[in-house]
């Protein structure tokens, strides 16, 4: 089972904003920081995005939009039906992060992986990670605002402005520059992903400090945080199913139907974390707790499956086919005849 060792380092950063919070002064550097390594991040993905990859990509278009729909239409539905498990099982903190989380976009380096080991449609995964990305930074905020409201960080014209400047507008910026510094990020991405990190971390112990700082942790039980777990392995399993059975249904190959479960399935921590400190503001600590708890469990359960794929792969590779040797067989005593 693999822990991902980010995961440790997120955990590490919540526990360091428990013991050494920000306040004052030191809190409003955090939150200035922060919000530059949000603007920042979001350029950096506005770089990294090949436009020609992408529009390649569309070619394979039946499939993205499966990706696209499962992860904007199927989850934030599963989403909505867990309103009725308010205030039993969630508390209603807990509810808007966990709605939050059926609404950001799917992962991107994590679906290839496991595509790839289970022999998937890797291309396909690519572009699907892609064009979930890109759609999700205008659907995401869009979705939030609409299903959220006003309980879920206050959306407003000023909110919705500061979506647009820290999100929207570094990512086009990035885009817009990336023809004369795509090859600096292409040859420096091992440097720059671990920017990417530290910035994810700045904006989980900002969070996280607000929160304990508000003393919104007092209204999370260990009972509470055990219900939410398994809320969230019902959403994943549901999805896992539905991608995998759809994509039979829907009539697509094996290959494809893999790129389809492990796209379709999953949500984007990195590109969750940045949202949720624009959205939620001062709230975010509860609002990203969710995201955090299905990541770990996605990779997880994912590895599981992608290796159990790779085997059946190897299984049907390696299985006798004897048509097809009674074919060759045949073929040759006709030519040696």
């Not at 526990?15 to 955090?30: E, F, H, M, Q, T």
């Not at 572009?127 to 879920?152: D, N, R, W």
């Not at 969070?207 to 509470?224: D, K, M």
Request: glycine letters at 10%.
């Amino acid at each position: 089972m693999p822990i991902d060792p980010y995961i440790l380092l997120l955990l590490g950063t919540v526990g360091l904003a428990a013991l050494i919070p920000a306040r004052g002064s030191a809190a409003d550097v955090a939150s200035g920081a922060s919000t530059a390594a949000v603007a920042l991040l979001f350029f950096l993905y506005g770089a990294r995005l090949s436009t020609r990859e992408a529009l390649d990509g569309l070619r394979h278009w039946r499939l993205h939009v499966t990706v696209l729909a499962c992860t904007f239409l199927v989850f934030p539905l599963l989403g909505l039906a867990a309103r009725g498990l308010v205030p039993v099982i969630l508390t209603h903190p807990l509810y808007q992060g966990l709605l939050f989380l059926t609404l950001v976009p799917s992962t991107v380096q994590s679906s290839i992986a496991f595509t790839s080991m289970a022999r998937g449609n890797v291309p396909a995964a690519i572009c699907a990670g892609s064009f979930s990305s890109l759609v999700g930074i205008v659907v995401t905020p869009l979705l939030a605002a609409s299903l959220l409201g006003g309980s879920g960080g206050g959306f407003s014209a000023d909110s919705l402005l500061k979506i647009v400047l820290q999100l929207l507008v570094p990512f086009l910026a990035g885009q817009l520059l990336r023809r004369w510094i795509g090859g600096f990020v292409t040859r420096h991405k091992r440097v720059l992903g671990l920017v990417d990190r530290g910035s994810i971390l700045l904006v989980v112990y900002t969070a996280f400090s607000a929160g304990v700082v508000q003393g919104i942790w007092h209204q999370v039980s260990p009972a509470r945080l055990g219900g939410l777990v398994v809320v969230e392995a019902v959403i994943l399993a549901v999805m896992l199913l539905l991608t995998w059975y759809g994509g039979k249904a829907l009539r697509f190959g094996r290959a494809d139907r893999i790129a389809i479960q492990f796209a379709g399935s999953k949500k984007s921590l990195a590109a969750g974390l940045p949202m949720a400190s624009v959205l939620f503001g001062a709230q975010a600590a509860l609002a990203v707790l969710p995201l955090m708890l299905f990541h770990q469990m996605q990779l997880i359960v994912c590895a599981v499956i992608a290796k159990r794929r790779a085997r059946e792969a190897a299984a049907e590779v390696s299985a006798p086919q004897p048509a097809a040797a009674s074919r060759t067989a045949a073929g040759t005593g006709t030519r040696s005849g």
